[in-house]
């Protein structure tokens, strides 16, 4: 069963941006902490941000720190993921993922639940 649902990929120009939006038709997640990584081909999966179960605390990876914000509503069941000045060395697949707990964690193995991913291309 599909847990999480990302959008909002596509091709851009370096410096452009893209708004990733996840969705979970499923289930609540209002009380786990959300986070986004991302996959580029040949490389390990890596952490981008995350956000706690409130939205009130955020955590960003050093590589998109002043680029990227991340938002959550939680009436809505819903997280973004707002990225700017995009480079492209940002091009991978991005995934959205939901903690096993409720504070930010820049580790893979605390997330349960994964989306299928939405391809992000920057070109130069």
């Known amino acids: 069963q599909v847990q999480l649902v990302e959008s909002g990929g596509g091709l851009v120009q370096a410096g452009g941006s893209l708004r990733l939006s996840c969705a979970a038709p499923?289930?609540?997640?209002?009380?786990?902490?959300m986070g986004w990584f991302r996959q580029a081909p040949g490389k390990e999966r890596e952490f981008v941000a995350a956000i706690n179960w409130s939205g009130g605390s955020t955590y960003y990876a050093d590589f998109v720190k002043g680029r990227f914000t991340i938002s959550r509503d939680n009436a809505k069941n819903t997280v973004d993921l707002q990225m700017n000045n995009l480079k492209p060395e940002d091009t991978a697949v991005y995934y959205c993922?939901?903690?096993?707990?409720?504070?930010?964690?820049?580790?893979?193995?605390?997330?349960?639940?994964w989306g299928q991913g939405t391809q992000v291309t920057v070109s130069s």
């Open positions: 993922a939901a903690s096993r707990y409720g504070n930010c964690d820049s580790r893979v193995s605390l997330y349960d639940y």
């Open positions: 499923g289930r609540t997640f209002s009380s786990k902490a």
